[in-house]
């Protein structure tokens, strides 16, 4: 599954200190309102790869229906988000992260990458390519397998962080 964080930003690109986020995975079936709680976020500026989609709202369950108009929005969701004019936009993907936190991926400590992924979370990254450094055989070998064991955590539905989606090595 491919996960979609939707955050709502400022009009300086700048993160709300209201910031709103939801974790779903994509899907191209409509579902039915009787399926499951349809939400729906209106009042945003919808960023698509082929530009802003303005006056549409996003319509979704545990999974995303689509863009719908507000009005549409309002009869098929049992729960409204209002974005009040700010972005509604896809969680972001980092392809190069060595550590954050104080947490280096070349230690393989699982609580250093768990505390890396929870916190770039918070800052709309969804997922991450945990990034080695140039360091011995060895050391490359043990913090492969501690990606590789926190990739299957971070896959998880309940995990609390951006998900490793594999491994950068330099």
């Known amino acids: 599954d491919t996960f979609l964080t939707v955050w709502f930003f400022g009009l300086q690109g700048m993160v709300s200190p209201q910031i ?28 698509l790869p082929e530009g802003e989609a303005d006056g549409k709202a996003l319509l979704f369950g545990d999974r995303i229906v689509g863009l719908v108009s507000p009005e549409e929005a309002r009869t098929r969701a049992e729960e409204i988000l209002d974005a009040e004019g700010r972005y509604v936009a896809p969680g972001l993907v980092d392809v190069h992260m060595h550590g954050y936190l104080g947490a280096d991926t070349s230690d393989a400590d699982p609580q250093g990458v768990r505390r890396m ?25 043990r913090a492969f397998e501690t990606i590789r064991a926190f990739m299957a955590e971070s896959a998880q539905p309940d995990f609390d962080g951006a998900r490793a989606l594999g491994c950068h090595a330099e």
Do not use: H, Y
């Not at 995975?25 to 960023?47: Q, S, T």
């Not at 992924?117 to 450094?133: D, H, I, K, R, W």
């Open 20 to 47: 709103l986020w939801v974790r779903f995975p994509f899907a191209k079936k409509i579902c039915a309102k009787g399926d499951m709680l349809m939400k729906a976020i209106v009042n945003g500026r919808v960023l």
């Open 117 to 141: 992924a929870q916190g770039v979370l918070e800052n709309g990254v969804t997922s991450f390519l945990p990034t080695t450094m140039t360091v011995a055989w060895e050391e490359l070998t």
